[in-house]
């Protein structure tokens, strides 16, 4: 378990360093990404190494590891999952005056434009589905199976602290902190990965819609 809590936190602290260089490097990305057939295409690429190293490390192992298995109780999971969901929407509206998160990221798009709906759809396919799954993966189920053996709350907080550093985001680090614990407090009284994707899933899903409709 030792070789592979290191490994994991190896794979995480790499993302992290990239995450924090390029943004010193680029400053903040264009918030129009989701218009261009790049991003789609490389975070396709990108998520699938991420998640063969994920795959890896818990090789022999994995369906326990990473939690792929149905919660406990549905009816128990999606109440804590509609309490998390509402946690982090106040914890984002009370931010957002001073520091406006959304912006950072470069995936909320100032506009509709009809014109790039066909990169929009694969972006929108990708941020909401693969790129959920693939975190959720690595840090809801790998990173919480291996760092529960030291307490739940360790699990719970670590998780969520990397994940937001992981984005390597200034501004949206304490609402991608909130959200990592919330998910990952989900992942410990569900003791699955599925409600904390869908979760997830869900406020990609909502972000991206509202930044085109509003």
């Known amino acids: 378990m030792s070789g592979r809590l290191a ?113 929009f759809a694969a972006s929108f396919l990708v941020l909401v589905v693969i790129g959920p799954f693939v975190e959720e993966a690595t840090f809801r189920g790998l990173g919480y199976s291996l760092l529960a053996p030291f307490g739940s709350l360790l699990a719970i907080v670590g998780t969520g602290v990397l994940f937001g550093l992981a984005h390597g985001l200034v501004e949206a680090l304490p609402i991608l902190v909130a959200l990592g614990i919330g998910l990952a407090f989900l992942r410990a009284r569900t003791d699955s990965l599925y409600p904390g994707f869908a979760v997830h899933a869900l406020f990609n899903a909502i972000a991206l819609t509202l930044a085109v409709t509003t």
């Open 7 to 119: 490994a994991w936190l190896a794979l995480v602290g790499v993302q992290i360093l990239l995450g924090y260089a390029s943004r010193a490097a680029q400053g903040k990305p264009d918030r129009n990404l989701v218009y261009h057939w790049s991003t789609p295409l490389q975070s396709v690429v990108y998520y699938g190494i991420f998640l063969g190293i994920v795959l890896l490390i818990s090789r022999d192992d994995t369906v326990r590891l990473l939690a792929l298995r149905p919660p406990r109780s549905w009816g128990s999971a999606v109440g804590i999952a509609a309490a998390v969901i509402v946690g982090v929407i106040v914890f984002e509206a009370v931010l957002d005056p001073v520091l406006h998160a959304d912006r950072e990221q470069g995936l909320t798009p100032t506009h509709w434009e009809a014109s790039h709906a066909a990169p």
